[in-house]
């Protein structure tokens, strides 16, 4: 099955929620991949919608990256709402 | 279920301080729970341990159709061979999630599945038993699917993210299985003919020590245990297991009003568990090396599927080039 191409697989569970990634399927084609992962993921009425992207066009971040790209976010506590103490009397905002 | 005996490699464990920088990272990260996931630094011997086991796995689930395969034709209603199909579809499911998993390690399917036609992987040696009868269908929903459930819960919360989280869909759909199994004995054995309640006891008779085989060895006899445990890759122990399945099964046996070919059966008031009789364990290591009474057939079976289907494997792979070229010209 080496011959097909790995594709990554992407459910809606339902209207109005985002795609999320569920696992991967073997196809020949796109087309087989979507009816692969219909099979494979959504046989107990799982999903509105299937997305399917060959495994080999998703770049991803490696982890040795994690701390240049995801640490400076943790010192800007001022980019939350909960950092601004406001008076009682300004109500809900 | 599915995994008995994996390999790990590992003479000995190491200590925090024996290990490289990069193991010591590792190692922490387990003991706190963190999951590992496919691009994170692993030691090698963790790799293949959990390819070993995944495949190991994965193998079961698709051979596991085969045992179930044989009644579809002759499902005794409409009812019932619609659910065996299901349950059959779902196992292919299984299966395929595990092998999507196993990938994730940078193992190659193919390869994993020769190594299964070769003799040289392993699957769960239940598989190796006939399914004699239609009772069977219900005794192997209930039982092995059963066992399978106890040993899969707890490897939802396996070390190896991709691992786990392909056992807490498959635990999901794992519970129907076990519910349609139980159902089928129950209706045999409250509506049904003597003839078929002898059935229905004749099979619980021939499954219930391969049943408690599915757990693997003993623990003293475990030598790969240690290691899998440090790594979290196995979480409870073979013995530990295979007491929570028969402490939770042995209730719905006598609800069912069937019993088992065990004698040493008994309930221990001041263990809090059920006593249970000495495994037959020569005949296990023995159907695991090949000998047991279907095991030449299963591997067979298996190959044959893969080589009959190698045409339209190709004619689907011809056909998509075709429609690419089409597309682009």
Known sequence: MSVWTLYEVFVRSKHGLNHKHVGSVHAADSAMAIENARELYTRRSEGVSLWVVPSALITASSPDEKDPLFAPADDKVYRHASFYELPEEVGHM | ?329
């Open chain 2, 1 to 329: 279920m599915y995994a008995q005996l994996v390999e790990t490699g590992v003479k000995r464990i190491k200590s925090l301080d024996e290990m490289s920088a990069e193991e010591r990272n590792f190692q922490e990260k387990i003991d706190a729970e963190i999951k590992i996931e496919a691009k994170n630094w692993m030691p090698e011997a963790y790799r293949q341990t959990l390819i070993r086991q995944i495949s190991q796995h994965a193998h079961s689930e698709i051979v596991g159709m085969l045992p179930e395969g044989n009644w579809v034709t002759r499902a005794p209603s409409l009812k019932r061979k619609l659910q065996l199909m299901a349950k059959i579809q779902d196992e292919a499911g299984h299966g395929l999630y595990l092998y999507s998993a196993m990938e994730t390690l940078g193992a190659d399917r193919d390869q994993e599945i020769d190594k299964l036609h070769s003799g040289k992987a392993k699957y769960s040696s239940i598989f190796n038993y006939p399914t004699l009868s239609w009772a069977d269908m219900g005794a192997v929903g209930w039982l092995v699917d059963g066992a399978a459930i106890v040993n899969q819960v707890v490897l939802q919360r396996t070390s190896y993210g991709p691992y786990s989280r392909a056992m807490i869909r498959i635990c999901k759909e794992e519970s129907f299985h076990q519910r349609q199994g139980y159902e089928m004995l129950l209706t045999m054995m409250r509506h049904g003919t003597q003839a078929q309640k002898d059935m229905v006891q004749d099979s619980i008779d021939r499954l219930w020590w391969p049943a408690l085989m599915m757990f693997g060895p003993s623990d003293d006899n475990s030598p790969n245990s240690a290691q899998s445990m440090a790594w979290k890759i196995k979480r409870q122990s073979n013995d530990e297991l295979r007491q929570r399945f028969v402490d939770q099964t042995i209730p719905q046996l006598e609800l069912l009003g069937c019993t088992v070919p065990d004698p040493d059966l008994k309930w221990n008031e001041s263990r809090g568990h059920y006593d249970f009789g000495e495994i037959r364990w020569d005949e296990f290591y023995e159907v695991l090396k090949g000998n047991g009474p279907c095991n030449q057939e299963r591997v067979a079976t298996r190959r044959k599927a893969i080589e009959d289907g190698a045409w339209v494997r190709e004619a689907a792979v011809a056909y998509a080039r075709k429609q690419q070229n089409k597309n682009a010209a």
